[in-house]
């Protein structure tokens, strides 16, 4: 195999806008190139208030509310984004990732866009361009996995979009003959 290492990382967020929107969550797992967990997954997070006041969607205002995230990241998210990527850094060297980490989730392109503006340091660790973008394999199945009780948080999403890449890696590798 080719060695490679993803970073299998969602962010929940107040808004689309890296320029003035915020990171409210940060979540998932470091795998090597078969998929398989190089750690514990992480999870942090990040208090949206600021100045004593929440700048949140009416979007994400109401997804938030309703999976509950939005009150457990004011009541303990007591770092600010920026304080994300140190955390991260660490945990990343923790588990033994080095660099060219391939970013993937569902629409990493839109992640890596928070990335860029809070967490520079990860930025530095990440593969300049490669991706995988598990919403692309949803597209092209038809939709995203029904499952009980899935509340929009990061960890659940990564959870799901990591499950879907394996299943689609073994029926590309059986229809392939690599199996």
């Known amino acids: 195999m080719s060695n490679e290492t993803f970073l299998w990382l969602d962010l929940e967020t107040t808004g689309l806008d890296s320029d003035i929107d915020t990171i409210i969550e940060a979540a998932g797992i470091v795998t090597d190139d078969e998929l398989r967990p190089q750690g514990p997954c992480f999870r942090m997070l990040c208090s949206p ?10 979007w ?41 980490l391939i970013l993937a989730g569902s629409n990493p392109t839109f992640d890596r866009e928070f990335i860029r503006t809070y967490m520079p340091k990860t930025a530095q660790r990440l593969h300049s361009h ?24 990061a960890l659940c999403d990564i959870k799901v979009d990591l499950d879907a890449a394996r299943q689609a ?11």
């Open 130 to 153: 490669r991706t995988l973008d598990a919403s692309s394999l949803y597209r092209i199945a038809g939709g995203r996995p029904q499952i009980e009780e899935r509340a929009h948080t």
């Open 49 to 58: 208030v600021e100045g004593g006041r929440v700048n949140i969607s009416k």
């Open 60 to 100: 994400a205002y109401l997804q938030h509310s309703k999976s509950g995230l939005l009150d457990e990241a004011i009541a303990y998210g007591a770092d600010d984004p920026k304080a994300l990527d140190n955390k991260l850094v660490r945990h990343l060297r923790d588990v033994g990732a080095g660099y060219s």
């Open 169 to 179: 890696r073994s029926a590309i590798r059986k229809e392939w003959g690599f199996e």
